[in-house]
């Protein structure tokens, strides 16, 4: 059995490539388009037949409505978790989501890549923020607890109306909305957790499991959007054991701001299975007159965060005082500068910015 929620977002704000490609792949289950009513947001379980990935979902958002929405999930049905926020985990957020018309599917933007296994059962939340302006879910009235919607891989039951945020509980209703999801896999391995940590400039990267068997190694991407993935780092599993194994990777160049990272495992048959996604904000509080920089000593590139006005003008002198700086490829982002040192030869540097300086070894 596994120890934990497998994927799981804390929060992100996704747009343009996420809105097609989720709801283009896998496999849907339409929880009817028939709305008699309206709800600021709805509770519902979803219950698989089959181990399945909860990658998306549509709903049926107000004619003209622009808003803001959350997801929200939790082992286990909601009934009894109406108004304990506690037992909830935000699965996602997006802003100014505008809808398709009513009684149609809008994509909500939000990964949710929720890892379900057959027999068990997870609800939902999806609800919009804003409780003064018209935006909210399209619903259909009930008279209890029922299926909504089902065919041979999960169903959808339920639901209940509920105010933002875990307020008022409103009377029966059924989620309108396509859930898109995926087939998954149960793990050769008993896995713990996968969790990621600001290590000075860098992002620690851990994760256990409790036993393993015939597992051959551990894959580890980072995306900055939540879909297109980059392969970052291959690390070889224990294959065989009945005892807790501690595994980490550091990233030393995060990406700027929230990033994703995904943990995937490998058979040795070549089966792979994706345990865990966890984002990653890499927002860095310096003082306007102070600079960081990292990583040193670098070996390609190095990035100078500090505030923009401090970066103005940044130059780079070479170990007898000569500058540099037209030498160099220098990007500007918005909270750091990126200066590449590939073709420069080891030694001493010093980066000066404009009220401060900092040497930089070159290995």
């Known amino acids: 059995m596994l120890k934990s929620a497998l994927l799981s977002f804390t929060c ?19 929880a009817p388009y028939s709305s008699n009513a309206s709800d600021k947001g709805i509770m519902f379980d979803v219950s698989p037949t089959k181990t399945v990935i909860i990658s998306c979902f549509e709903a049926n958002l ?11 999930s939790k082992p286990g049905t909601y009934i009894g978790s109406e108004i304990k926020a506690e037992n909830w985990q935000l699965v996602g957020s997006a802003t100014s989501i505008s809808s398709t018309g009513s009684n149609q599917g809008t994509a909500l933007n939000i990964p949710v890549n929720l890892l379900i296994e057959a027999g068990q059962t997870y609800a939902f ?3 919009a923020t804003e409780t003064a302006l018209p935006t909210g879910l399209l619903t259909t009235n009930n008279s209890g607890y029922t299926t909504i919607s089902s065919n041979e891989d999960l169903a959808i039951s339920g639901g209940i109306g509920v105010n933002y945020p875990f307020n008022t509980i409103k009377l029966n209703r059924s989620f309108n909305g396509t859930a898109h999801y995926s087939l ?11 969790s990621v940590t600001k290590l000075n400039y860098s992002a620690l990267l851990e ?39 501690r595994y980490y990777e550091i990233d030393s160049n995060p990406l700027e701001k929230i990033s994703y990272y995904r943990l995937t495992q490998y058979d040795l048959n070549g089966t792979k299975t ?7 904000d890499n927002e860095i509080e310096i003082a306007d007159n102070e600079i ?16 923009k006005s401090e970066r103005m003008n940044l130059t780079v002198l070479n170990s007898i005082g000569q500058d540099i700086s037209d030498d160099l490829t220098i990007i500007n982002h918005n909270s750091y500068s990126e200066v590449n040192f590939k073709d420069q030869p080891e030694g001493v540097f010093i980066l000066k910015t404009k009220t401060n300086s900092q040497v930089l070894i070159k290995k």
């Open 125 to 127: 939340y999806i609800t």
């Open 62 to 72: 107000p004619a003209l409505s622009v808003g803001n929405y959350e997801i929200y």
């Open 292 to 307: 960081h920089v990292s990583p040193n000593p670098v070996a390609e590139q190095v990035m100078v965060f500090g505030n």
């Open 12 to 30: 992100c704000l996704l747009i343009g490539p996420y809105y097609s490609q989720c709801t283009n792949v896998g496999s849907t289950l339409v």
């Open 184 to 194: 998954g896999n149960i793990l050769a391995v008993e896995f713990a957790d996968f």
């Open 207 to 245: 994760w256990q499991t409790e036993s393993e068997h015939n597992s051959n190694y551990f894959e580890i991407e980072r995306s900055a959007n939540g879909f297109d993935w980059e392969s970052l780092f291959i690390t070889q599993s224990a294959g065989e054991s009945t005892s807790p194994v």
């Open 274 to 280: 994706i345990l865990k996604v966890v984002s990653f």
